[in-house]
């Protein structure tokens, strides 16, 4: 009996251990999930797949496109709404190749035109993160509905062949390994040139204009090539961290934004090494200049004021006939001083040598007067508040062009149709009904060709 008492007891041992060693090879190390958080960070995949308000990475945000809105999916844990059954190959196709676990393609709204770029081991980090450290939520988004022919998924596939590179990113031997990080992480998952690159009729990125500036909706993301004037040349590589950590560099600017969601969500947690190497490639980009940028976007304007034409004179009966200087008086002189000179601790800023009001493109000068500058980073949520409420369309063009006069570009201008626009979501875009017609065109082309052939057999 006692040798079966062995038996049954080296059995235990053995089936604990097989247990064990099957846990220990299906469990990632908890190095590897961190490293994968670091990474999803460093890709701010937060930001779009979540709601204000809402839980972490459980989808529902609408992100406006040309095309339409396309809501983010669930990109939680769950095995029923979310990427729950995920292996790590369709993992890996929906990031960067844009294919889902059903086959279905997904919109470049999501960057996997960047992330294409990241290597297989990072890859497997972030799958490890959110198999693992992430919250399963269960909770569907509404399907994204654009209108035909966008609605037909299998159009991304021929999208894709032309403006889909695949290939993981490849350092270069001839700069260092500083600069090829500082690549890797900027054409890969911090995905820079998503916002910060113009777009062709097509919306994919235009690779020859890399980093000269690009819209996102109703905001402008400038040019952040090596230009001196219309770029970040001027700026070193300790002011570009900064702002990269922060969102502000004294002197030079301030994110607001989109670009303050960034630094929020994602750039305030990378690595002061991976942020210099960001700075340091992103300084080596080729020099892209707006021809109407004679000088540096930060080092235009003075100090300046009108007090003398506000003493004594009664506000208009009518506001909209109030002066740049009044409306200035009225509603950002209090913070901003008098002659746009800032609070003295710097915490406010100058409105002089300000790429707010120096940019030739106007977009975030208008959207910062509409929406003001909201900020979690510090726990105070509001820079500074949106007047959209108290101002109309008219005063915001009086306000704004009075910003560029004195503090700015004097060449810059606002119209009151473009606040319209912009405080209506930005221009209407016709390509749903470009390509629509497109089509009609080509069936309308084709039945005709069809129709010819018939009679030429039949006279043959």
Not at 2 to 27: C, D, E, Q, R
Not at 35 to 54: E, I, M, N, Q, W
Not at 165 to 183: I, L, M, V
Request: glycine share 10%.
């Amino acid at each position: 009996m006692n040798w079966k008492k062995h038996l049954i007891g080296h059995l235990v041992i053995l089936a604990t251990s097989i247990v064990t060693l099957h846990a220990n090879a299906s469990t990632p190390d908890n190095e590897l999930i961190q490293r994968g958080k670091y990474l999803s960070t460093a890709g701010d995949c937060v930001a779009c797949h979540s709601v204000p308000g809402g839980k972490p990475f459980a989808g529902g945000l609408a992100l406006p496109t040309p095309i339409g809105e396309i809501i983010a999916t669930n990109i939680t844990p769950s095995k029923t709404v979310g990427i729950g059954n995920y292996t790590l190959e369709q993992f890996s196709d929906a990031l960067r190749k844009g294919i889902r676990a059903d086959g279905k393609h997904l919109y470049p709204a999501m960057p996997y035109t960047s992330y294409a770029k990241v290597s297989d081991d990072d890859v497997k980090a972030m799958y490890a993160y959110f198999m693992n450290d992430v919250a399963a939520v269960e909770t569907a988004p509404k399907p994204t509905q654009l209108p035909f022919p966008f609605n037909i998924r299998l159009s991304m596939a021929g999208w894709n062949l032309l403006f889909l590179d695949s290939q993981p990113y490849k350092a270069d031997p001839a700069q260092s390994t500083e600069w090829n990080r500082g690549a890797y992480l900027t054409q890969g998952l911090t995905h820079c040139s998503a916002c910060h690159s113009p777009r062709n009729l097509m919306m994919a990125e235009v690779a020859s204009k890399e980093l000269a500036g690009g819209d996102v909706g109703t905001w402008h993301a400038p040019n952040i090539t090596s230009d001196l004037n219309s770029g970040v040349g001027g700026w070193d590589t300790e002011e570009l961290i900064k702002y990269l950590k922060t969102g502000e560099s004294l002197g030079k600017g301030q994110a607001a934004g989109p670009m303050a969601e960034a630094v929020d969500h994602s750039l305030q947690y990378l690595t002061d090494a991976d942020l210099k190497a960001i700075a340091v490639y992103i300084k080596s980009v080729p020099a892209q200049r707006e021809a109407a940028d004679s000088k540096p976007v930060y080092a235009l304007g003075q100090k300046t004021d009108e007090l003398s034409s506000l003493r004594g004179v009664a506000l208009p009966a009518d506001p909209s006939k109030m002066t740049g200087a009044q409306i200035y008086d009225g509603y950002c002189g209090t913070c901003h001083q008098a002659q746009g000179q800032g609070s003295f601790d710097g915490g406010l800023p100058s409105l002089s040598h300000n790429t707010a009001v120096g940019r030739s493109n106007t977009h975030n000068l208008v959207m910062v007067i509409l929406e003001g500058i909201h900020r979690k980073s510090d726990g105070s949520d509001v820079r500074m508040p949106g007047f959209a409420r108290e101002l109309t369309d008219h005063q915001i063009a009086t306000l704004a062009n009075y910003l560029t006069q004195h503090y700015g570009n004097p060449g810059a201008k606002v119209s009151v149709d473009q606040v319209e626009q912009q405080r209506a979501g930005g221009a209407k875009s016709h390509l749903a009904a470009l390509a629509q017609g497109a089509i009609v065109v080509g069936v309308i082309v084709l039945l005709v060709l069809v129709f010819w052939l018939i009679r030429r057999r039949r006279r043959a």
